[in-house]
């Protein structure tokens, strides 16, 4: 699963040939999510409201790289890294 940005401790990647609605994961430790990317919602799994709160901020200001991310994935070509959050 290509690492697409990491901050704080928090890990954003997203998978190929994954599966509609495009979203990405986030990992924290023991915890995993998967987050819609146009929704920002969180479809399933679960982070510590701190780290949900950190994640949904760095998403919400990189909403249109994590869709041509998606879009890459899909077509099979590397994926751009996304800044992280500072």
């Known amino acids: 699963m290509p690492e697409i940005s990491r901050f704080f401790g928090i890990i954003i990647s997203m998978y190929y040939n994954e599966h509609p609605p495009p979203h ?3 990992r924290y430790g023991e915890h995993k999510a998967l987050i819609a990317i146009d929704s920002l919602t969180l479809l399933k799994g679960s982070l510590p409201p701190r780290v949900l ?14 869709m041509e991310d998606w879009r890459l994935a899909r077509e099979q070509e590397p994926l751009n890294k996304v800044a992280p959050l500072e």
Do not use: K, P, S
């Open 53 to 66: 709160g950190l994640v949904i901020e760095w998403a919400t200001r990189h909403q249109a790289d994590l």
């Open 24 to 26: 990405f994961h986030a």
